[in-house]
């Protein structure tokens, strides 16, 4: 490819509203243009990147056993309604009516149209298992998309679904899958991790790993032991015994064994501001916390100086739906506005946290404005109580697995998913199969998805220096770039166009710089697209030779033509 030709609008700066590294690169390389708050058009760089990474994630589906197919991305309302997920998705779904008034959703998932499928064309055990998959564009109406394409509200996607007749079949498929996405995020040259997870609105029944490239800019937080090999996101992160066990390390006197103290504390709604008024630490106090599970109030106790995992919550609850509660509301459950909630005299379901019946005593909202509790004994006035872990793991904490290493924390982008779904697709849509009897039995199914477009950003955020991208040769738009120094000498354009030739013909994928620009534009630009290798085809080109330079290591050789072509043919870049 010719660079004169190619539709390459670099930039020299950054617009003010991209955040993410990764996004000023794929802007300032020119790889996508932004259409609207969260879509984005991928010009010809980023579609080539796209494409490489779709070709590595297709290879290793298809090395696992899955079958590709392409699903419609415009999908019955009815479907969604039949699965129950219809009202649950919440506003991220994008919802539309056809002219004859008939509801369709924009797929932001497809566990409903795969499992239809299915219902109609497997009835057989002997059909099993079966794996599909399929890398199509996705849609979300994210409430806030930021971040270039790691939060966008239209994105590419790899989603793969297993039928099996029975557990043992998902566990198997389960784990082709899990080792598949290694391969593949090995192969994209990402540092990751996969982590223990929650299923979220996908739901299922088995367990669940995500996969998560480390990064500062990463929305998730992931919890890993420095001990064993023990990874969990924080929403499903879980600590050890000797977390639930720890007492606050400071505790309130108790001169009167029982009688509570009452404290004036005018305003002070905030840990932070009662730990400075009383001279005590954070953990020598209980906090209160009021939500509404599907709209019903429940109260959640945890220490001062943790915080609520409401995805813990949730699920003890089995709620569709979790949220804190106004200050209307509070007040009608507590008798007191929100700050100076209590446990005491609650006429509502109580969750209470481990660490919090581990306490001697501490200090609680009063449920009374501007009064708090002193000597709130948790093993006298929480015994009701449901106790659980419904607390964020804390960085120190022990681990869970080990019970010898503590938890250490890391950001993460989240570029993969997998999950056990066992029959709640298949009950809900009634898709069964016979087996061996002649039974009819729902499949057991799991699904697994990679965020493809999100992980072009993934890599970026890892491989970027101060003068522009640092691309893994195995995703690079083109793997090598001739840079002729003079478009007006013959013997270097000759040259150039020789090399360009041989290594295309080879199946590396070249780029020749044939602009009439300075060096430096040119060596800039190459800097900044990131093309592994670069070959300046300059001063030497009379004498058969070239300066080579690898992106990463920044290094200039000077090579004679044949060992140069040889070089880019390696794989030492």
């Known amino acids: 490819m010719r660079q004169s030709q190619l539709l390459m ?28 708050a969260g879509i984005y058009t991928y010009l010809p760089l980023g579609r080539r990147v796209l494409r490489k990474l779709e070709q590595i994630v297709r290879e290793e589906m298809d090395h696992a056993g899955a079958q590709e197919v392409l699903m419609p991305a415009m999908q019955p309302a009815e479907l969604w309604q039949q699965s129950g997920r219809y009202e649950l998705y919440g506003p991220e779904l994008m919802r539309l009516r056809d002219r004859h008034e008939r ?37 979300r109406d994210e409430k806030r998309p930021r971040f270039g394409l790691l939060r966008g509200r239209e994105f590419l996607m790899k989603d793969a679904y297993s039928f099996d007749a029975d557990w043992e079949g998902l566990h198997r498929s389960y784990t082709s899958m899990y080792e598949a996405y290694h391969r593949v995020f090995t192969r994209c040259g990402l540092n990751f991790r996969s982590v223990e997870a929650d299923a979220g609105s996908i739901g299922g029944e088995g367990g669940t790993h ?17 001990a064993c090999s023990y990874a969990a996101n924080l929403e499903k992160a879980e600590y050890g015994t000797k977390a639930k066990g720890d007492p606050g390390k400071a505790s309130v006197r108790m001169d009167h064994a029982f009688e509570l103290e009452r404290h004036y504390t ?62 209307a509301t509070t007040e009608l459950v507590t008798g007191a506005p929100i700050g100076f909630a209590g446990p005491i005299g609650l006429k509502i379901p109580i969750l209470a946290d481990f660490a919090v019946l581990a306490m001697e005593s501490g200090i609680a909202g009063a449920n009374e404005k501007d009064v708090h509790l002193g000597n709130v004994r948790p093993n006298v006035h929480l015994a009701q109580a449901q106790a659980g872990d419904y607390r964020n793991a804390a960085a120190g904490d022990c681990c869970p697995r080990c019970e010898e290493g503590s938890l250490t924390f890391y950001r993460g982008i989240e570029v993969g998913h997998v999950f056990k779904l066992g029959t709640k697709y298949s009950e809900s849509l009634q898709a069964k199969y016979l087996n061996a009897s002649g039974t009819a039995q729902p499949f057991i199914m799991g699904c697994y998805g990679i965020g493809v477009s999100r992980l072009l950003s993934a890599v970026l955020e890892q491989h970027s220096d101060s003068n522009g991208i640092l691309w893994p040769r195995s995703i690079a738009p083109y793997q090598v770039h001739v840079v002729p120094v003079s478009v007006k000498d013959p013997v270097q354009m000759d040259l150039a166009a020789h090399i360009t030739a041989r290594l295309n013909e080879a199946g590396v994928d070249t780029l020749m710089d044939d602009r009439d620009e300075r060096p430096g534009v040119k060596f800039k630009d190459s800097d900044l697209i990131g093309i592994p290798l670069r070959i300046v085809v300059g001063k030497h080109a009379a004498e058969g030779a070239v300066e080579l330079k690898v992106r990463k290591a920044g290094e200039i050789q000077k090579l004679g033509l044949e060992e140069a072509i040889s070089f880019a043919l390696g794989s030492e870049y």
């Not at 670099?10 to 243009?33: C, N």
């Not at 998932?109 to 057989?124: C, F, K, M, N």
């Not at 995500?210 to 420095?226: K, S």
């Open 103 to 139: 509801e369709f959703t924009l797929g932001p998932t497809h566990e409903e149209v795969i499992t239809a499928l299915v219902r109609s064309e497997v009835s057989s055990y002997r059909q099993l298992p079966l794996t599909l998959y399929q890398i199509q564009t996705k849609f």
């Open 210 to 226: 995500e996969f998560m490239a480390l990064a500062d800019i990463g929305e998730d937080t992931i919890a890993v032991c420095d």
């Open 266 to 327: 005018p305003d002070l709604r905030k840990i932070d501001q009662l730990s400075e008024a009383f001279g005590l630490g954070a953990d020598s106090f209980i906090k209160t916390m009021i939500y509404l599970a599907d709209g019903d109030p429940v109260a959640v106790i945890i220490r001062g100086d943790h915080e609520v995992n409401e995805i813990k919550v949730k699920n003890k609850l089995a709620a569709a739906r979790l949220e804190l509660a106004d200050q």
């Open 9 to 36: 609008p670099t930039l020299r700066e950054a617009p003010s509203d991209a955040e993410a590294v990764s996004h000023q690169w794929m802007l300032r390389a020119g790889l996508i243009r932004q259409l609207a």
